[in-house]
Structures are given as structure tokens and as C-alpha cells.
């Protein structure tokens, strides 16, 4: 049996696992990781100017992969950058597996330079996490953070291992199987429970899919789209949902809640059915929970029991993989029309139709994302930051190709939107990728543009520049007073800052611009970051104010008529 020291134990592991990238950072602790590098170049290292880019962009990638995104820092401070990218994948139950060095092993405890207590940190955060402290435990502790991170519901698992451990030789074994005890998620639907919601589905007159995050991780758009189809069965998907059904469906409704559409806000109230699949009726969606869908009975599919019923009453729970479940579920529904139902639906969104983009010359938001989904087709990909601009992107994106819009949902984590765009882009090289941006959220992790031009990452970078913190003023207009209160930013100059890491840059304030703007940063073969510097108070809607209910929502502002002239 071959030994090898507990560095290339970590990397021999990640190469076991399939790991065909790392984002990461150096420190002291974990250099020996670094010095075993040189010896694994089937193992890409993205260098980040930032931890906490470290994991949003191997959450990114993840995401797009559907395979388990891998980061890892240093002690201390190298650690502690990584939690609030771990926070925001455990949030979005994405699989991540994060390896963090220590301090050496006898000055654990003893408050040593940089040392940190990560695992107790990161408890609340993730699914797992273990401070390593026999060099013979590393591999079996990467077998057990693969198995977990990917199984059952997905999330981030944390190792820590000490310099000494990096540093120690002995055999390496890797698990061929991985058991835990305790540890057996439930992966196919109780047979009884699918037969009973095929039975709800056949009664129903006004059934809603609402489709989220869990379709994504499963990989069940395909299945997804077969029972929509088949049962006629209008589908909302929730932020995070979007790519899970195609865009241009006619069954698509587009995403519910705070900022969704407002017919689907009434549709959920109105309906007698929600088949709820991979979602977990997080209070965006649902608003003030007692007046959520008052005439609905509840079909609830999700891998975690812990989610079903916790917030909406489920008439028949169903535990279980999202695409083993359908899988059971299609060949029990019956064929169907809901003719009268879809109908209704288009009724009310004829009469508000959410999203109509005013006639303006002035440079809106709404108008820039809609024209980049426009010209960069069905194909692209896309992430975004978070507030205003995330909001529009979520709204407009109409793309048919499958699990290609990555945002961060529960966290809600400004700065996500370039790291995460690095991590599609290395995931899907050959593919165009676009980076929705809000200016206060650029400048968060704006420093990893430089990976573009190290790594030739050719991202498109549209930054919605209004001057503002986008979502926060419209809140302090609407809800408090107009006092907008440190909601003002000064900008740096975006494209002196682009060309400054080796990036081209654009500066458009004019509407006539926008389409040549984008079509030329389509055609060009490197990353381009386009500042797009729209109008400072533009107000997103249809909105659910706070603390309201679905059937609150305001679908545009209403306009203050003149009066008549006397």
C-alpha cells in the first residue's frame, strides 16, 4: 500500500471524488496542501482575491454541474471568509465540500496565531462538519463529506485539518463504500402517498404546480415538464426554481410572491390544488401565512420531512428524491384539460400584466435585462446579485435551457453576482455567460474580475448602475417616509476599473446604445463589463408589501389622476 503524506492524501481524495476544480485561497495552514499541487495537474486551482468568492463560486458551479463544489482556505481569517459563502449554499442546498487547514494540532485550543474554532463556527451552517485529527482519518473524512454533501437534501460539509496532519505520511486507503449510521435519507415516495396525490390531481378543477429549487438539484426538468404536460397543469416556479421548466412553455406562469407575477399572487389564492415540488413555502412565496391559498389542499414533494408541513399544512406529504417521485408519480396521473382554469389565469393577466415595460427614452433597468435575454438567446447562462436588479432578471428570463439562472435565494447574499458568474462560466467554458449586477453588490467582490483576465473567463458583466441601493431606497420610499438614509453610493468608474484588470470596458447612458452595446460584448472573445447607467428611482413591481398577504399585491403604482381644471 502506497503512503503519502496527508496533503496529497486530501488531493488523491478530491481526485477519487471526480474534483475537477478547486477555488481556493493560500495561508500558512494550509500550504502543504499547495507545496502537493505540482503533483496532481488533472486538479484546476482558480486562485480567489477572496475567500468568501472561493465558495460562492464553487456554489456556482456546483449548481450548474449538478456535482459537488469544492473550496478551500486557510486558518483564522481564511476560514472565517468562507461563512458567509457556506451560510448562502446551506441556504440554497447546494453541495459543498470546504476544506479548511488549522493550526498545528498541539496549539489547538491554546489561541495560536490565526487559529480559529471553524467547526463550532459553522455548526448551524452545514450539513456536517469534523476537525480531522489523525492523519488516517483524512481520507475517510473526505469519502463521508462527498457522501453527505450530494445525498438526500444537499449542503455544505466543512473539514478542518491541522498543518501537522498535511504534513504526516501514512497509507493511503480510500473507502470504496461509504455507511453512516443514522444517516439513510429517504429517496423514493411511499407508494400509498403517490397514489393518493394522483387521485387529488384527477379531483382537481383549479390545481397549480409550484415548482422550486429541489427540481434543480434533482436534475427533473424532464419529468417535471411531463407532468405539466400531461395533466395540463399551469407551473409557478419559485426564485430558485427558475430553469427548472422551460421558459417559453405555455404552461410557464413565471415566479410567485414579493416581486412575482400577479396573476400567479392570485391564482395561488384562488386555486384548489398546489402540487408543491422541491420548495419549502419560504415567506416570499407565501406572504402572511394565514391568508396563504385559503381553498387549497396541498401536495407537498420534497426530499427533507423536516420541510413538509413545517410552514403550509400538506394533505398528502410525499418524502422523497424530486425526480424518483415523479418518476413514480407519471404513469399513475390521468390525461387532462383545465381549459376553463388556464383561462381564468390568462384573464386576470390580461387585465394585469405585471411585467409591461413602460414606453420610455429614458434608460430603464427592466429594459437592459430584457433586451441581453433577447439578443444572447435561449442558451446563455446567468447569474445575479441580489435586490432590484435580481428581481427583474428573475421576471423577464425566459431561457428554455435547463438550470441556467443561479441566484442566491434564502441568504440573499449581495456580492454573489461576479464570483458566481466565474464559477458558471469555468463550469460551462465554451458557453456565453452573463453577470446581472447591482452596483453596491459589484463592488463587493468586484476584485475578482481579475480572474477573467488570468483565467480567460469571457463573462459579460452587466452592472444595473442607478446610483442607489437599488432595493433598500424603494422600501425607505415606500415604507419609511422617503428618509433615504445611507442609501446614496458614489460610484468609482466602472470601466476604469475594468480596463485597469486587463477587462474591456463600456459606459452606456443612452437607450439607442443598448442593443449594439450588448451585441458587441456578445462577439467579443474575452470578459467585458458594461455599465449600464439607468435611471436612479425606478420602482420594481408587481410587489407584496410586508407582512401582507398574496392577495395584496400591487401590481403597478397607482398614478395620481389630475384634477379637473376649474
Request: net charge negative.
Amino acid at each position: 500500500m502506497t503512503k503519502i503524506n496527508g496533503a496529497e492524501i486530501i488531493l488523491e481524495s478530491l481526485r477519487r471524488e471526480g474534483v475537477e476544480v478547486v477555488f481556493g485561497y493560500p495561508g500558512g495552514a494550509n500550504l502543504p496542501l499547495y507545496d502537493a499541487l505540482k503533483k496532481y495537474p488533472d486538479i484546476r486551482h482558480i486562485l480567489v482575491r477572496h475567500e468568501q468568492s472561493a465558495a460562492h463560486a464553487a456554489d456556482a458551479y456546483a449548481r450548474v454541474t449538478g456535482k459537488a463544489g469544492v473550496c478551500w482556505a486557510t486558518s483564522g481569517p481564511g476560514a472565517t471568509n468562507l461563512v458567509t459563502g457556506i451560510a448562502n449554499a446551506w441556504m440554497d442546498s447546494v453541495p459543498l465540500v470546504c476544506i479548511t487547514g488549522a493550526v498545528v494540532s498541539w496549539l489547538l485550543g491554546r489561541d495560536g496565531f490565526q487559529e480559529s474554532d471553524i467547526t463550532g463556527i459553522t455548526i448551524p451552517i452545514t450539513k456536517h462538519n469534523v476537525l480531522v485529527l489523525n492523519v488516517e482519518d483524512i481520507a475517510p473524512a473526505i469519502a463521508e463529506a462527498f457522501h453527505i454533501a450530494t445525498t438526500g437534501r444537499p449542503g455544505p460539509v466543512l473539514i478542518d485539518i491541522p498543518r501537522d496532519l498535511q504534513q504526516q505520511v501514512a497509507e493511503f486507503e480510500y473507502p470504496e463504500k461509504i455507511e453512516l449510521a443514522g444517516y439513510q435519507p429517504t429517496t423514493q415516495g411511499h407508494p400509498q402517498q403517490i397514489k393518493k396525490a394522483a387521485q387529488l390531481i384527477a379531483e382537481a378543477e383549479k390545481p397549480l404546480i409550484l415548482a422550486g429549487h429541489g427540481v434543480v438539484i434533482a436534475r427533473a426538468a424532464e419529468e417535471l415538464r411531463e407532468v405539466a404536460e400531461k395533466t395540463d397543469i399551469p407551473v409557478i416556479t419559485t426564485l430558485l426554481g427558475i430553469g427548472g421548466f422551460p421558459g417559453s412553455h405555455e404552461l410557464n406562469m413565471g415566479m410567485p410572491g414579493m416581486h412575482g407575477m400577479y396573476w400567479n399572487n392570485m391564482a395561488i389564492q384562488d386555486a384548489d390544488l398546489l402540487i408543491a415540488i422541491g420548495m419549502r413555502f419560504d415567506d416570499r412565496v407565501t406572504g402572511a401565512l394565514k391568508d396563504f391559498a385559503p381553498h387549497a389542499k396541498v401536495v407537498h414533494i420534497d426530499i427533507d420531512p423536516a420541510e413538509i408541513s413545517k410552514n403550509v399544512k400538506a394533505a398528502v406529504p410525499i418524502v422523497g428524491d424530486v425526480k424518483n417521485v415523479l418518476q413514480q408519480l407519471i404513469p399513475q396521473l390521468k390525461p387532462a384539460k383545465h381549459t376553463a382554469w388556464r383561462r381564468w389565469i390568462a384573464d386576470v393577466r390580461a387585465k394585469h400584466p405585471s411585467i409591461t415595460i413602460p414606453e420610455t427614452d429614458k434608460l430603464i433597468p427592466q429594459y437592459v435585462i430584457k433586451k441581453i435575454y433577447e439578443l444572447s438567446g435561449p442558451d446563455a447562462w446567468y447569474a445575479t446579485g441580489v435586490g432590484q436588479h435580481q428581481m427583474w432578471a428573475a421576471q423577464y428570463f425566459w431561457g428554455d435551457h435547463p438550470y441556467s439562472f443561479v441566484t442566491s435565494g434564502g441568504l440573499g447574499t449581495m456580492g454573489f453576482e461576479v464570483p458566481a458568474a466565474i464559477g458558471v462560466q469555468v463550469a460551462r467554458p465554451h458557453d456565453t455567460v452573463w453577470s446581472f449586477c447591482g452596483d453596491g453588490g459589484f463592488q463587493m467582490t468586484l476584485q475578482e474580475l481579475a480572474l477573467c483576465t488570468e483565467y480567460e473567463l469571457p463573462v459579460k458583466f452587466a452592472i444595473i448602475n442607478n446610483n442607489y441601493l437599488g432595493m433598500v431606497r424603494q422600501w425607505q420610499d415606500l415604507y419609511y417616509g422617503g428618509n433615504k438614509e445611507s442609501v446614496r453610493m458614489f460610484q468609482p468608474d466602472f470601466v476604469k476599473l475594468a480596463e485597469s484588470m486587463g477587462i474591456t470596458g463600456v459606459r452606456v447612458s443612452d437607450k439607442a446604445l443598448v442593443a449594439s452595446t450588448i451585441e458587441a460584448a456578445l462577439q467579443h472573445p474575452g470578459a467585458v463589463v458594461i455599465d449600464f447607467q439607468v435611471e436612479d428611482i425606478e420602482n420594481c413591481y408587481p410587489m407584496m408589501p410586508p407582512g401582507a398577504s398574496l392577495s395584496d399585491t400591487i401590481d403597478q403604482p397607482k398614478v395620481q389622476e389630475p384634477e379637473f381644471a376649474r
